[in-house]
């Protein structure tokens, strides 16, 4: 089966730093995104990594495993804006997309 | 406007209805989608089209049909509307298989009363 594991809530200070993890098992992999989504709103894009090791990008860092089955997003240096929900995603065989559930990021002052 | 919307954002029908759910992009990206999103599930692949007259299912299907006569426009139309179809539905779309980014459509709000 294909199955995406995040954890459902993290709860993190105001410029401190967070990673959330994910675990993937899919039938076939083609690369792993991350998204974000804030409360009523649409999912934005954030990263993609499809290659083992770690994007930069600004505050946010994405890190990939494949021989794991394992990503991470890092988030430097946290905003009260950065409370949101993050999506871990893996592109499987095709062009079809799997989501996890979401991780509900909290981030107070 | 450009970018991809979706109407109506918030809908409320009763079982047994058809209802369609329009999705519309201006960028004339060869790929769209359409997934549902419902609290512990995350985003689930309903559809999805690799261009004009051609569409495939993704993981849940049933229930649902889709067209795309034309490449901007991608709707998804609940023949029989059933309670388990309440949902958040989104749109989204992709410029080619190799893009590493979908943008979503900001999303339909259906209640199946």
């Known amino acids: 089966g294909q199955n995406i594991d995040q954890p459902t809530e993290m709860t993190a200070t105001e410029g401190a730093i967070v990673q959330i993890n994910c675990t993937y098992q899919t039938s076939g992999f083609n690369g792993l995104f991350w998204y974000q989504q804030h409360a009523g709103e649409a999912p934005t894009f954030l990263s993609y990594n499809v290659l083992d090791g770690l994007e930069e990008k600004g505050r946010f860092s994405s890190f990939l495993s494949r021989s794991k089955g394992y990503s991470y997003l890092l988030l430097k240096e946290l905003q009260m804006k950065d409370s949101a929900s993050y999506l871990c995603?893996?592109?499987?065989?095709?062009?079809?997309?799997?989501f996890g559930a979401g991780t509900r990021l909290f981030v107070k002052a | 406007d450009a970018g991809i919307t979706q109407s109506p954002r918030y809908k409320i029908t009763e079982t047994g209805r058809q209802v369609t759910l329009m999705c519309h992009q201006t960028w004339s990206h060869s790929y769209m989608f359409w997934y549902r999103q419902d609290l512990g599930h995350g985003l689930r692949l309903i559809y999805y089209s690799a261009a004009a007259d051609i569409t495939d299912k993704g993981e849940v299907p049933d229930g649902y049909v889709v067209s795309r006569s034309k490449t901007e426009n991608f709707p998804l139309t609940l023949e029989s509307a059933t309670r388990s179809q309440t949902s958040v539905y989104f749109c989204a779309s992709s410029e080619k298989w190799t893009s590493n980014e979908q943008f979503f459509g900001p999303g339909t709000r259906l209640t199946v009363l």
């Open positions: 995603a893996a592109r499987t065989g095709g062009f079809k997309t799997i």
